[in-house]
Nanobody, 123 residues
Framework: QVQLVESGGGLVQAGGSLRLSCVAS????????MGWFRQAPGKEREFVAG???????TYADSVKGRFTISRDNAKNTVYLQMNSLKPEDTAIYYC?????????????????WGQGTQVTVSS
């Protein structure tokens, strides 16, 4: 079982930045498919960004050019750097992982999820 713990959420003004972190358990983290998702009030959970190994990266169109996903395999950690934040980015952000690196993040369901961290962007 992979355990995920997110941190870094908070309240920020529009135009500001936040960096989310997600620490994963397990000794084969470098092979995990990792993703960030978010769920705004009254909306379905949506894909934000994914990273396969260290070079296979995808983003939702809504965050391209503003958000950056990265990973530090030595620290079992994946990051989401969020810049130029907008009020519509307000949501609970979830980290997800799968030990199958060949799944399509944002398409195929991932097996492991964190508890989420709240991001609130004020206008």
């Amino acid at each position: 079982q992979v355990q995920l713990v997110e941190s870094g959420g908070g309240l920020v003004q529009a135009g500001g930045s936040l960096r989310l972190s997600c620490v994963a358990s397990g000794r084969t983290f470098s092979n995990y498919l990792m993703g960030w998702f978010r769920q705004a009030p009254g909306k379905e959970r949506e894909f934000v960004a994914g990273i396969r190994w260290s070079s296979g990266i995808t983003y939702a169109d809504s965050v391209k050019g503003r958000f950056t996903i990265s990973r530090d395999n030595a620290k079992n950690t994946v990051y989401l750097q969020m810049n130029s934040l907008k009020p519509e980015d307000t949501a609970i952000y979830y980290c997800a992982a799968d030990t199958n690196p060949f799944k399509r993040v944002g398409v195929d369901p991932l097996n492991h999820w964190g508890q989420g961290t709240q991001v609130t962007v004020s206008s």
